[in-house]
C-alpha cells in the first residue's frame, strides 16, 4: 500500500487510542471543537439523535470506573464527554447507535487533529455499564448512554501499526 498519504488519510491511520495524558488543562476553545466535530458526524435521516455531557468535575471522572471496568485512565484525564443518544430525536427506529458511533470516531479524529489524545470507551450496549452510567448523570429514561470520550493532552506516543489486509478485501463477491 502506497504510503504517501494525504493529511486526511494520514491522520485517519495515525489516530491512536491514549490513555495516559498530562495535567495540563484543554481549552473550551478545542473542546468547542470536539463538540462541533461529534454535531457533522452523518446520522440516519440526518436526525442528529445525540446529546453530549461535557465531565470535568473530578469526582464525576472518578466515579465512572466503579461502573466501566476499562475508565481507569478517566482519573488522569482533564475531561471525558459522555455521548448519548435521544429516542425521541430518531425518526429511524434503532439507529441511534449507530449516529453516535460515528459522532464519537468524528471527536476522536477531531481530538487528534487538535493534538489532544484520546479513547472510546463502549458503554453501548453493556447493560450494567448503561445502567450506571445512566445512575451517575440522572438520565432520563428516553436518554441513552452510548460511549464515553476521554480527553487531554498525551503523555504517550504510540507507534502506527501496519494494519491493511489484503485478505479481509473481496471484490464482486466473497
Known amino acids: 500500500m502506497e504510503k504517501q498519504w494525504n493529511p486526511v488519510i494520514q ?57 466501566h471496568p476499562y475508565a481507569a485512565m478517566l482519573k488522569e484525564a482533564a475531561l471525558a464527554i459522555l455521548v448519548c443518544g435521544d429516542e ?22 477531531a481530538a487528534h487533529a487538535l493534538e489532544l489524545g484520546a479513547v472510546w470507551l463502549g458503554v453501548y450496549p453493556r447493560r450494567e455499564r448503561q445502567d450506571g452510567i445512566r445512575k451517575i448523570f440522572n438520565l432520563p429514561d428516553h436518554i441513552h448512554p452510548f460511549s464515553v470520550v476521554s480527553v487531554g493532552y498525551p503523555d504517550e506516543q504510540k507507534a502506527v501499526p501496519e494494519r491493511y489486509n489484503e485478505e479481509r478485501v473481496h471484490w464482486n463477491k466473497w
Not at 488543562?25 to 455531557?53: C, D, G
Not at 441511534?96 to 468524528?106: E, G, H, K, L, S
Open 88 to 109: 425521541k430525536l430518531e425518526l429511524s427506529k434503532g439507529y441511534w447507535p449507530v449516529d453516535c458511533a460515528a459522532a464519537t470516531q468524528n471527536i476522536l479524529l
Open 11 to 67: 491522520s485517519l491511520i495515525e489516530r491512536r487510542s491514549i490513555r495516559h495524558y498530562t495535567r495540563q488543562a484543554v481549552e473550551k476553545s478545542k473542546i468547542n471543537w470536539l463538540l462541533t466535530s461529534a454535531m457533522y458526524a452523518p446520522s440516519a435521516r440526518n436526525q442528529q439523535p445525540w446529546h453530549f455531557i461535557i465531565i470535568d468535575d473530578r469526582k464525576l471522572l472518578e466515579a465512572i470506573p466503579r461502573v
